[in-house]
């Protein structure tokens, strides 16, 4: 089995979509899959994570540091590029177990020379500040040539630029580019080192005064490999007291003391650890196996693994396209995976919430609510980097109002869910102790604040809403909503009971600083009251929100036939869906997934089956769920096109690129995630929780079988599941017993045990032991 | 003065606002300001109160019945016409006073004769059925004249044809044509008699078989007067028994039985018997004298004088346009006039409420709530004509989707606020008795309903509605309509305590017809605890609705400046001034009439300050409501520009044609309504209510005096303002005396008395005797 992305021709129309494709990245830096010869034409860009800017009244986004990577063969005068430079074979790989990045191209010059050049680079997984690259090339005639090499200050920006004051020092051999940002004068500097690997003699070294791009002139011979090696570093802020330059003096120096072959290593010790957590092994299904790891991989090198402070952008690292925010996606699409199988990642994802608490509780006062409204689009301090018109009218090219930022109030609900589900996870109560509880309550306060009570009906109703299914805004009881505020009113009930009985004085304290004394009364009265809509006593079918069911029932295919413009944007105040029952994405169907165990088989058969021809999958995030629901129904083969559909989003590039005006192009964390969810939930079927991990299989039937590991509070387990048979094994280092159930079976399983159930593949749902 | 409108030319561009502006009728018919050889492409239209019809999924609207007028000379085989005869003098003439339509036209042939037409028509005030015209011509030279004459069954429709199965017949020399409606089978009848008057002979009449025109040629000599005597008669349904046909047979030949000129007479008895009891005489400004006065023959010639079936639609009887549909127009904008002035016809316009209370309570079930949900467009079984998609979009061409049906639904409270003001103004309680009572606690019943409660607040609040302002769709807490839940829900505890006091069997039986034991309770705790928005404690400004004042606060003519096509409604979900603080029309400042007694001058004041330059005056209901509070705070110079912008909207042809793709135009009753009272409420500054009647009068600067009567609890005033004094007199047949109050001075006006007022009109609210 391969583990590489290969393409071996160059496509002038592909440069954005393998810019995505070919993406390296640890969590801090994401450096999207451009050669060394591309400019900001081409979308080059080392996204860093964490840290915006804004311009003016333009979007606030992350910005793109300096390109240190940038490089140019000159030969005998004729700059060489894919863009414009004859070439006789040019390839590219990005080798997702290493996570590098391989170049391979042989240019034929108009003198005939042919000039063979061949590079690698990775963002080092050992020092997140270090983008290593080895560069090398060989002539197939003598000829003179120049490289040019350095950090390219001229960047790629959607609402930059960003950086200002750019100064270029050099000191030691290396060389410097700082500048600091616009809005909160955060100094940045990308500093780099080239040292010479190969060749006759040391090329003639020049550089422009006040240019970061160095000159090496050399005469250059056939049968001779010529190359570098290159640190670069990127820093921003103080580190320990010292300038963001400083910094990336004294760590560049340090990488220079060790080769390029030991930070290799050091990168791929950690790339082994992540595998080993994380690889799933999927038999008889070449396409969905490399899918699928793609997809893990392309959460991994965006995975924040040593901080806290930041998330997972929606658009990973590719850029800064839905402004480097965090949405929903995180706790509702990714987060499964890093608790399954890296927990310390998982925290780190839920404790950004934490982080962003005070942000969210701006967002409430300033709508007049109480408790904290996360930002829908979050990004450093928790403040809505989400603007009120976030679309462009293609008709009128006017900016269309939208009410994402004030309406999707399920985002305080993601939040507070995403923090108990990594607590009930792991047993790790330190994130509610470390503001988790916190969070939790002032979310639940929220709702309650947020909510109506109906006299007539004596309920609570949540009212004026914009549920997943972003094409109709502002609805009342949206079903999704409604149950994940009664979860977030259950949730913070729990939680107060669990201080109560475990940190009494800390409780005591949170109480008195929040002021909670009325309110867990209040959340319990609501939580009595809330109104959840039930499934329709007829058709089962639950519906998406008050009066979904008076809206035009119109084929999607029909509603496709009325645009008129193909970017044009279906939801909002006049789009042609808005009007219909067409949804952009899973909505009910998201809540019978997230609360399977409430909903009998026929109830979401039946919403699977109406919902799923009225979805318009207008958003990356709504395929897994369709695939993820299927496979609870027992249909694994209606869940197979929806996973891989997920599972291939970066590789084929199939996915919306424009709505309205706007560009959305980029990775799609969410989809890897719900590649992930949909073949270890879905198919493998499992649902860890309550005490005890349940399995019930339903595999694809081209998959042979399917193994993987897992980690639930703390201990370890290999599950490996073929079409007749669930086996289960116990690391030997672990430390308890746990109970696993399938069909009507349940045992528990002491370290180092396993267990085998035999089940019957085409009866979901009646396993055997 | 003059009491005649003319126009002493034809012009080809004016034919359809002549149309409006030449319109005769009687409450029951409308018959447009078109010439008798005029054809729909003039749009001519006889238009019937009441009776609607709906083709296919088209809008249902008012039939236009035959053309009964339609008269045609030919000359020597050329056919005279206006479109395309050369004359040498044509002049129109509408006369208010007696609400008849002149014509006078010297034709010029191509053979050089000259023919003149003297015609003139009215629509009986004494028989509704009947159109009377006299048509008399002469000629020049000698010459053969054919008259075509008879029912033009080729009518104007906007959503039709809405008659079929024509069919003609004649009997006794009256010729009819029956045709029946297409959803209701409605039969209707269209008869005419033609009487020959003056000339030398009776001419040689024709008719081909199946048609309804005759053709009557003869040989015409100078110096002789030709003519005839026309009866149109409008039937349809049932009359004891009766088939429309059967019936305007009888009555035909009933109307023969009389000359043209005793009709005019017994017409003209109604009409000196409605500017008695109307007319307004302005000392010092011919133009607004004219102006009103023409407002009001616009009210008179199309209140429904005897039925209770039907009420006033937003275009009057002058077409089909806004479906002939009954908005709040009748009870906010006309209701007043008929009050004060004839109240028998105030009466039959609030009963029709509760003629229509069936179709309310359907509506209100239809949305899932209780009580009575009145139509936005109401036609004659209170069902809503409305539609969900109103409005065409100019830039898509597609339906746009609106909440005028859905979320205006102040209707309610303007229904049951207009019961209880003719009651309150009448002491009438017979209206109550019969039905009204009924439709005010229904229409509690439906705010209890359709009210959340916010535990957070501890207050009732009214979300998600649509305010006067139609721009602003779906908000919450609109001030205007939350005070008009208030006082619907204490209007409907004080006619319980009415009920109670005075019919305690009729109140007990109709509490258990209700099942309303709950619900006084209900009521009483939402009244005291409804939110009711409040001015700035700085700026004095009440916010239009939640969340009003951070919308963006554009000029009015900056936001117009931004109109990419002159057609495109400024509201809805993408419209301009959705996301702006430009409203459509007077919405706080409404309020602040209404409830005038509530507010200081100083709230009153800065509010119209405030909203005014933000105010588009996007309909026609909008300036007199400027008007009227320009008045109150002691500005009558300010409202003057208002008070002629109401006043002349019908002369002057000047007001939006278009909204989008759809054709409003016609005449505007509300508007006319307005400019009663903007002169009579405004500047006069009565204020009748709660036993007591205030004067408060503001004159504008060239005014010298206003004159009127008005009629209360009963009893007649007459009443005389000048810039120093204001005189009422009460009418020798009064019973009672009563109390009048002009600044500090209240006094007592027996049967006969009358009081004199002097004041210093500059010095508004500080009145001396």
């Known amino acids: 089995m391969s583990w590489k992305v290969e393409e071996q021709s160059f496509d002038r129309e592909k440069i954005a979509m393998n810019g995505n494709k070919f993406m390296i990245g640890n969590g801090a830096i994401g450096y999207r899959g451009t050669l060394e010869e591309f400019t900001k034409d081409q979308l080059t860009a080392s996204t860093l994570a964490g840290l915006y800017d804004k311009v003016g009244e333009q979007w606030r986004e992350p910005i793109n540091a300096p390109n240190g990577v940038y490089t140019r063969l000159t030969c005998d005068g004729q700059p060489l590029s894919v863009l414009d430079t004859e070439f006789d074979r040019h390839a590219q790989a990005l080798d997702i177990a290493q996570a590098s990045f391989h170049r391979n191209t042989v240019f034929r010059t108009s003198g005939g020379n042919r000039i063979e050049i061949s590079s690698e680079r990775f963002v080092s997984m050992e020092q997140l500040n270090l983008i290593a690259m080895k560069y090398e090339f060989s002539v197939a005639q003598a000829c003179e040539i120049v490289l040019d090499t350095g950090i390219d200050g001229d960047v790629w920006d959607i609402n930059g630029p960003h950086l200002e004051n750019k100064s270029v020092w050099s000191e030691d051999g290396i060389v410097g580019l700082t500048a600091t940002t616009h809005e909160l004068r955060v100094e940045v500097t990308v500093a780099e080192s080239v040292t010479w690997i190969g060749g006759l003699s040391r090329p003639e070294e020049s550089r422009q005064p006040g240019s970061a791009i160095r000159q090496f002139k050399l005469r250059c011979e056939p049968g001779v490999t010529y190359g570098f090696v290159k640190y670069v570093l990127i820093c921003y802020g103080e580190t320990e007291g010292q300038s963001s330059s400083a910094t990336a003096l004294s760590i560049a120096k340090a990488a220079l003391q060790l080769t390029y072959e030991t930070h290799l290593q050091e990168h791929l010790v950690h790339w082994a650890r992540k595998w080993e957590a994380s690889d799933v092994l999927i038999e008889g299904d070449d396409e969905a196996q490399f899918a699928l790891r793609y997809s893990l991989y392309q959460l991994h090198i965006i995975a924040p693994t040593q901080s806290e402070r930041v998330s997972i952008p929606a658009r990973g690292l590719s850029g800064q396209v839905y402004k480097g925010a965090v949405f929903w996606d995180t706790e509702m699409f990714m987060l499964p995976f890093f608790l399954y199988t890296q927990p310390e990642v998982a925290r780190n994802l839920v404790m950004y919430r934490v982080h962003t608490l005070d942000g969210a509780r701006r967002k409430a006062a300033e709508y007049g609510y109480r408790g904290a409204f996360y930002a829908w689009e979050s990004q450093d301090t928790g403040d809505d980097a989400c603007t009120l018109f976030n679309i462009t009218d293609v008709f009128t090219n006017r900016p269309m109002r939208t009410y994402f930022r004030d309406k999707q109030v399920h ?51 949540v009212l004026d809403v914009t549920g997943p299914d972003e094409y109709h805004e502002r609805v009342n009881n949206n079903a999704f909503t409604n149950a994940l505020v009664n979860k977030t009113l259950d949730i913070a009930l729990q939680t107060l009971a669990l201080l109560e009985e475990r940190h009494p004085a800390f409780r005591e304290a949170l109480i008195a600083k929040l002021d909670y004394g009325q309110d867990a009364g209040n959340l319990r009265h609501m939580l009595l009251q809330l109104y959840m809509p039930q499934p329709d006593p007829v058709t089962s079918v639950i519906e998406q929100f008050d009066g979904y069911g008076q809206l035009e029932d119109v084929e999607l295919k029909q509603l496709k036939s009325r645009m008129l413009n193909k970017n044009e944007y279906l939801g909002g105040g006049s789009g042609i869906a808005t009007t219909t029952r067409i949804l952009k994405q899973a909505d009910v169907v998201l809540m019978l997934h997230l609360f399977k165990q409430q909903y009998s088989q026929k109830v979401k058969r039946a919403n699977w089956e109406y919902y799923e021809p009225r979805t318009e999958h207008g958003s990356s995030l709504s395929a897994c769920i369709y695939a993820l629901v299927a496979s609870d129904i027992g249909n694994p083969d209606w869940a197979y096109r929806y996973f891989l559909r997920t599972a291939t989003i970066d590789l084929t590039g199939d996915s919306k690129q424009y709505v309205g005006t706007l560009y959305i192009g980029g990775t799609h964390p969410a989809a890897n995630g719900g590649a992930w969810m949909a073949a270890i939930l879905g198919f493998a079927g499992i649902d860890a929780g309550e005490g005890v991990i349940r399995l019930q299989p339903a595999l694809p039937d081209q998959w042979k079988s399917i193994q993987f590991g897992i980690v639930y509070q703390g201990e370890r387990y290999r599950i490996a599941v073929s079409k007749s048979e669930i086996v289960v094994s116990a690391d030997g280092g672990n430390k308890t017993a746990q109970s696993f159930q399938s069909g009507s079976e349940s045992v528990s399983l002491a370290p180092g045990a396993s267990h085998s159930w035999i089940y019957d593949s085409a009866k979901r749902g009646a396993l055997h032991a």
């Open 411 to 461: 985002i305080s609900a993601d939040a507070a869910f995403g923090i108990w589900q990594y607590y009930a996870f792991t047993g790790d109560e330190s994130v509610l102790l470390e503001g988790g509880a916190e969070v939790i309550l002032e979310c639940a306060r929220f709702f309650y604040s947020y909510a109506y009570y109906k006299h007539d009906k004596q309920r609570f109703e």
